[in-house]
């Protein structure tokens, strides 16, 4: 197993923000645990309203993993799956441009790569039950919080969540955060004892990207500064 002190990569933080992607394929090459903590403990650095640190996290590796991950496949493909439901909704119920186009480039770009026919949801459903698995990264993460809490800890979170990633890239590990999971957020919290007071917001896959999946070619294109920026006084 490669020592905690072969991970560390002198990146700079430009350099980490901007190599930072949602990776779909991983290989099995383990994740130390001090490795996951010292991640997690540089994220924590994130700021919160007045330092509440409202984040939560759970990992798993191992057979706790392995048994989630059976569970959340199985149910994935069952259409009558009664613990089925999502803990928020995520994304708009009407779709609206500029959001819809991005949004369909991506799904395309992506099928494209894998060789997914359009309208082929049979293999459309195959590639999403890859999320359950983590898409073969070792380890997964949760990031959880108390349901009280109002949309600025959202805010709190996210920001946590990003370090996380970012973070992850000094170690030469990449990431792919998961909305997939609060569909089954019931499976999650019965396997990790994540109590209903908490929310789920979100999982993420954690490990060395494989280089040769085809998936881990894609390209997710960003629109220019000057497109979402609006600059006053300068």
Known sequence: MASEESYTRPLSALEAVR????????????VPRAVVEEILEAASRAPSGSNIQPWKVHAV?????????????????????????????????????????RRRKIGWDLYGLLGIAKGDREAMAHQHARNYDFFGAPVGLFFTMDRRMEQ???????????????????????????????????????????????ILLSGMALGHADPDAPENRLETERAPVADFTRFHGF
């Open 152 to 198: 600025g800890s959202w805010l709190d979170v996210g920001m946590f969540m990003e370090n996380v990633m970012v973070a992850a890239r000094g170690f030469g590990l990449d990431t792919c955060p998961q909305a997939a999971f609060i569909t089954h957020h019931r499976i999650v919290r019965r396997h990790l004892g994540i109590p209903d007071t908490d």
């Open 61 to 101: 590796a191992g057979a706790a993993r392995e048994a989630l991950s059976a569970e959340l496949r199985a149910a994935h493909f069952d259409p009558a799956d009664a613990q089925a439901g999502a803990e928020y909704t995520y994304y708009p119920t009407q779709w609206f441009e500029p959001y819809l186009a």
């Open 19 to 30: 190599s930072r992607r949602s990776v779909r394929a991983f290989t099995a090459e383990p």
